[in-house]
């Protein structure tokens, strides 16, 4: 098991490009989650999906980040024409249930996206 | 909202001191996991613990649901126990399903 693998593991962009943060859940987990850490705000809860179905995306900026789950193998995080304010690390994260029970939550070494 | 406030914000300790973690949240939670994250690298469930007192190893935490409070104690700390330590609150909404509110962590550095 090789655990979430989160690629890339760093990502630099420039202001106003696009960056694909790409997911890849432990195998049979139903619940996929994106979560964001900086300094400033801390761990933030961004979306997540359940059996590939987004649930529930309140912690998305509406107008520039998207995120999909095609299959059960993996999922994206898309950021349209970045700003610096959106560097952070992505973290993503799987469980064999979104209620959380004793299921433990898995996640991924993240991204570390640096928006020059 | 639901806010989760961790205290203290950082401690140093000599090797072999206790560490006693505070988390405090602001609404009654259905779940409470307590997280480690090494610095530079991923977070790593260490307990879950919704309530009453659980141990693995060095590790005790101890959840009063009613009063909004969880706390972890480390015994016998070890330099490797260096890092940050972050609790974490989950609710169920049966619209929303379950995502995890994250305290702001403790920060703990252990000294030889």
């Known amino acids: 098991n090789a655990g979430v693998i989160q690629t890339p593991r760093h990502k630099v962009t420039g202001k106003g490009q696009e960056a694909t943060l790409w997911c890849e859940p432990i195998?049979?987990?139903?619940?996929v989650f994106w979560y964001r850490q900086t300094i400033v705000q801390g761990l933030e809860f961004l979306t997540y999906?359940?059996?590939?179905?987004?649930?529930?995306d309140s912690g998305m900026p509406k107008e520039r980040f998207s995120a999909q789950m095609p299959n059960q193998s993996h999922s994206t995080l898309k950021i349209q024409s970045t700003q610096p304010q959106d560097s952070a690390v992505y973290l993503c994260?799987?469980?064999?249930?979104?209620?959380?029970?004793?299921?433990?939550?898995?996640f991924g070494a993240g991204t570390r996206l640096s928006v020059l | 909202g639901q806010q989760v406030q961790q205290s203290p914000a950082s401690l140093v300790l000599q090797e072999g001191e206790n560490a006693e973690l505070q988390c405090n949240f602001s609404s009654t939670a259905t779940q409470l996991q307590w997280f480690y994250q090494r610095p530079g690298g991923s977070l790593v469930s260490l307990l879950y613990n919704p309530s009453g007192t659980k141990h693995t190893g060095r590790l005790t935490s101890t959840t009063v649901t009613k009063e909004r409070r969880s706390s972890l104690h480390i015994s016998s700390s070890q330099i490797t126990d260096s890092g940050t330590y972050f609790c974490?609150?989950?609710?169920?909404?049966?619209?929303?399903?379950?995502?995890?509110?994250f305290g702001g962590g403790t920060r703990l550095t252990v000294r030889p």
């Open positions: 195998s049979g987990h139903s619940a």
């Open positions: 999906f359940r059996n590939q179905a987004p649930i529930d």
């Open positions: 974490a609150m989950e609710r169920f909404d049966n619209n929303a399903g379950a995502k995890l509110t």
């Open positions: 994260a799987s469980s064999s249930s979104d209620w959380g029970g004793q299921n433990t939550l898995y």
